[in-house]
């Protein structure tokens, strides 16, 4: 029948090492920041991704417009663009008129099975170029969600880790106290000489 002592690191005893108690503390700072540093790593790291997210959305649509244009080509016969997370897009020519410009023709992404003469909305950027819609509210909140677990997750790793290497060099220690003290102590009880 075995029996367990809790907490036996922490009480005086002369079976207790030095790095028993070593061990011991660093377990506790283990826990301790595992549970109340790493989330709070996260929660940082989650306000800051938040920030730059939502700056990020606020110069986009400050730079992007949408201007209604007709679909004048055909979809390609390819596969349909998969733009991330959105619903499936092709891309086809457009064509559209700006007040006061002349008519204009651009490559654009529209949603899958758009037919000929069908008119779309279509983001420009302050150079004229095609581009995606600004991201929206969602794809902050899943940015800034991603950030704080990612960041969350490698608090919890780098802190196994360090519990890792203090493990490793406490068992090295502890293997050379014993080695020691087994050769103090082998002499007396084998009869050999050292």
Known sequence: MRSRVRGWRWRRSPLRRRSDVVESWVMLAVVVLSFVGAPLVGLVAAVWAHDEARHMVREQ???RRSVRAEVVGRASDTLPVAESGRHPAARVTVRWTEPGEAPRT???RVPAGTQTGETVDVWLDSRGRTVGPPPGGAAVWQNTVII???ATSGAVAAILAGHGVVRRAAMRRRLDEWERAW???EPQWTG???
């Open 148 to 150: 704080g677990v990612c």
């Open 106 to 108: 651009a490559a654009a």
């Open 61 to 63: 649509r400050a730079d």
């Open 183 to 185: 050769a103090r102590t």
């Open 192 to 194: 050999r000489r050292a």
